[in-house]
Antibody, heavy 117, light 107 residues
Framework: QVQLQESGPGLVKPSETLSLTCTVS????????WSWIRQSPGKGLEWIGY???????NYNPSLKTRVTISADTSKNQVSLKLRSMTAADTAIYFC???????????WGQGAQVTVSS | EIVMTQSPGTLSVSPGESAALSCKAS??????LAWYQQKPGQAPRLLIY???TRATGVPARFSGSGSGTEFTLNISSLQSEDFAVYYC?????????FGQGTKLEIK
């Protein structure tokens, strides 16, 4: 049974970089697509991007200039970095398994991130 | 970007009754559509993929239909645990997009 757990700071200052980690258990991250999705009251659910084994990534064009998703296969972790944070980036950030690059069949519990000085 | 529009925004239904939730795409997504259920404080849970295939462990009272631009999630004999927010998501396009959600509340 696959389990995902997000971790990282809950508070980020404006202009700083958000760093979140998703620790995956029950399956190797080399076998699937792994996505980051965020949810805010204003924008609803927004797909940020995915990482696929061997470094393949794809990002939402609206965030592409600020986002990097990477992985550490030795730790079975997927990471998100989002640069130049603003109040508009305040949201709950989820990591999820993206089945065959299509739908999201397993989700982490989510991490609340607030951008404030 | 494919825009997904869900209606109604809120649906009030009594337990034991049925509910029909609508999702429309701004262009055809064929059958590349998923439905999710989200309860307060929880992550979304996959219910339906391929427009009509139930995910593992999803009760048979949940059914999905449609193709192209119009889709429906039907829930029969509503149970107390079914009252939640439901989202549709298209994956016809690599830029996956979600609808804004329909809140199903107890009447």
């Amino acid at each position: 049974q696959v389990q995902l757990q997000e971790s990282g700071p809950g508070l980020v200052k404006p202009s700083e970089t958000l760093s979140l980690t998703c620790t995956v258990s029950g399956v190797s991250i080399t076998s699937y697509y792994w996505s980051w999705i965020r949810q805010s009251p204003g924008k609803g659910l927004e797909w940020i991007g995915y990482f696929y084994y061997l470094g393949n990534t794809n990002y939402n064009p609206s965030l592409k200039t600020r986002v990097t998703i990477s992985a550490d296969t030795s730790k079975n972790q997927v990471s998100l970095k989002l640069r130049s944070m603003t109040a508009a980036d305040t949201a709950i950030y989820f990591c999820a398994r993206e089945f065959s690059g299509d739908y999201f069949d397993s989700w982490g519990q989510g991490a609340q991130v607030t951008v404030s000085s | 970007e494919i825009v997904m529009t869900q209606s109604p925004g809120t649906l009030s239904v009594s337990p034991g009754e049925s509910a029909a939730l609508s999702c429309k795409a701004s262009q055809s997504v064929s059958s590349y559509l998923a439905w999710y259920q989200q309860k307060p404080g929880q992550a979304p849970r996959l219910l339906i993929y391929g427009a009509s295939t139930r995910a593992t462990g999803v009760p048979a009272r949940f059914s999905g239909s449609g193709s192209g631009t119009e889709f429906t999630l039907n829930i029969s004999s509503l149970q107390s645990e079914d009252f939640a927010v439901y989202y549709c998501q298209q994956y016809e396009n690599w830029l996956h997009t979600f609808g804004q959600g329909t809140k199903l509340e107890i009447k």
